[in-house]
């Protein structure tokens, strides 16, 4: 048996994490100086430090004095738009590399998955998600892009952020998008409803 006191995950058939305190999102109380076994990128065994064996051939990783939670999900971003260096919103912001930086802060912060809500701009959006997905680019959370999102030609002109949104022209031309959007695998779609700008933090 092989043993690791990394702090990070380790790449094993069998992974043995011990000496944390963990959350596990039931609602109950966190289990001290737990320990919990991942086969095959699973969570199989969870319980207390000591109860669960260490499978031949497996590593053993120490996470004592750190306290271990649920991977979070952030519902609504919009990622690769704004850089605070510049104090700039804008399209010519969104490049893979910037993209990535801010999946990677996510998953710094415990955020497994990230939505983006229909400002994502094609094709690179869905290849950088295809990428997390398959391995490529690690420790990032997952990407989950909407697309481009669905509206009207006064909104898309009025919200900068919404140049590459498709048009509601027509009952046709949005079942077309639709129809795109899920060639696209697009789990979750983003449509705004509202005419002209609306104010900041306003439903759309």
Request: hydrophobic share 35%; aromatic share 6%.
């Amino acid at each position: 048996q092989k043993e690791s006191h990394a702090q990070s995950p380790v790449k094993a058939q069998a992974t043995l994490f011990e000496g944390a305190r963990l959350i596990d999102g039931n609602g109950g109380a966190p289990i001290e100086d737990s320990a919990f076994l991942v086969e095959n990128g699973k969570f199989t065994k969870v319980g207390k430090k000591g109860e669960i064996q260490l499978p031949a051939g497996g590593v053993r990783v120490d996470l004592t004095g750190k306290t271990v939670i649920p991977g979070l999900i952030d519902v609504h971003t919009h990622l690769g738009w704004s850089d605070l260096r510049t104090w700039t919103n804008s399209r010519a912001n969104y490049n893979r590399e910037k993209v990535i930086d801010e999946l990677r802060r996510g998953a710094y912060f415990g955020e497994a998955a990230m939505f983006d809500a229909g400002t994502d701009i094609c094709p690179l959006c869905y290849q950088i998600r295809d990428d997390v997905l398959a391995g490529k680019v690690p420790n990032a959370s997952r990407y989950v892009p909407a697309g481009p999102g669905i509206t009207m030609k006064d909104v898309m002109t009025e919200r900068a952020q919404r140049t590459d949104a498709y048009e509601a022209i027509s009952p046709e031309a949005v079942r077309k998008d639709v129809d795109e959007l899920a060639a696209h695998k697009v789990k979750v779609m983003k449509a705004w409803v509202a005419q002209g700008a609306a104010p900041y933090g306003s439903k759309d």
